[in-house]
């Protein structure tokens, strides 16, 4: 595997950060995670941009344009002659002295990772999830504001073993206030009555991308689309639910809480949307090239 660092490709176990990176040392860096299908990158621009505003976020200057990032993301996928792929971008504050703040660091390091895709099992897509609200809210707006893809994912990551601790793949994250934010790596679906109903971005969510693909094949397909506040007791008593990401796609949830969602059985909208997000995978993306 060819990895790209700050401008340079390496073999995997070349590949390396120092350890005064304060990516490393703070988690103070951003990221994303893309992929590729059928020799495509999917959203390339979309992720790129979200990059962009992520590190704008935390005053992190890029050293590269967006031209030139979607280009060593096609390069990196194209060097690794992967036609299907799974990519992680990564920003850190680079390289600084032991102290956090960040104006000890001259340079940004870039690093870019085309790896073989793991897909998740079969049976998460034909069984449906079983999932738990577990006690970690999710981040403050006013904190490390959850619309940042930042490095720093103790938040998810707490969440994501409280899940595990119950026995459960995912975990629902609920906001301060208490309304459901967003599962640990991926935005949240409900459908009631034909409608999809999905938390607003301002419930303390990442601004998905596969969130805002779904919205659109949704509405080209004549369904409403509903951003607004859900409580847990929505989720119970919906018809079906699903959750979205890049790397899981489309995953339906026919548990939530021991409270079994609609008929137990991933629904009708719900499989449709899996077939037509799989479908528009296939055919739409930023050309890898030979
Ligand atoms: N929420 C969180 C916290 C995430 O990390 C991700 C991405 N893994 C998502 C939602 C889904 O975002 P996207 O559809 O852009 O991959």
Redesign the pocket.
């Known amino acids: 595997m060819k990895i790209f660092v700050d401008g340079k490709f390496y073999g995997e176990r070349d590949a390396k950060v120092s350890v005064f990176d304060h990516g490393l040392l703070y988690g103070d860096g951003v990221f994303?995670?893309?992929r590729a299908y059928n020799g495509r990158v999917f959203?390339l621009k979309?992720?790129i941009d979200?990059l962009f505003c992520s590190a704008k976020a935390i005053l992190l200057d890029i050293p590269m344009t967006h031209a030139e990032m979607m280009q060593a993301t096609i390069e990196t996928v194209r060097v690794n002659k992967l036609r299907d792929s799974y990519i992680r971008l990564v920003v850190t504050r680079g390289v600084g002295s032991l102290g956090l703040n960040p104006r000890s660091c001259k340079k940004p390091t870039v690093i870019i990772i085309a790896a073989t895709i793991q897909l998740y099992p079969a049976e998460y897509y034909q069984r449906g999830l079983d999932l738990v609200t577990v006690p970690t809210t999710r981040n403050l707006q006013n904190s490390i504001n959850?619309a940042i893809?930042s490095l720093n994912?103790l938040n998810?990551i707490l969440a994501k073993i409280e899940a595990n601790n119950a026995g459960m793949e995912e975990a629902i994250m609920l906001n301060a206030e208490g309304f459901v934010a967003?599962?640990?790596?991926?935005?949240i679906f409900i459908v009631k009555n034909g409608t999809l109903f999905v938390p607003p971005l301002s419930a303390c969510?990442?601004?998905?991308?596969?969130?805002?693909?779904v919205i659109e094949l949704a509405l080209q397909h004549g369904f409403k689309v509903s951003e607004t506040n859900l409580t847990r007791y929505d989720v119970y008593n919906a018809d079906e639910c699903f959750i979205?990401?890049?790397?899981?796609e489309v995953v339906p949830a026919v548990k939530v809480d021991g409270r079994v969602v609609g008929t137990g059985k991933p629904g009708p909208v719900t499989l449709k949307l899996i077939k037509e997000y799989r479908a528009l995978t296939q055919i739409s993306g930023e050309p890898i090239g030979k």
């Open positions: 994303e995670g893309i959203k979309e992720h979200r959850p893809k994912y998810n967003e599962c640990t790596g991926d935005n969510a990442l601004y998905g991308i596969t969130r805002q693909t979205t990401g890049s790397a899981a």
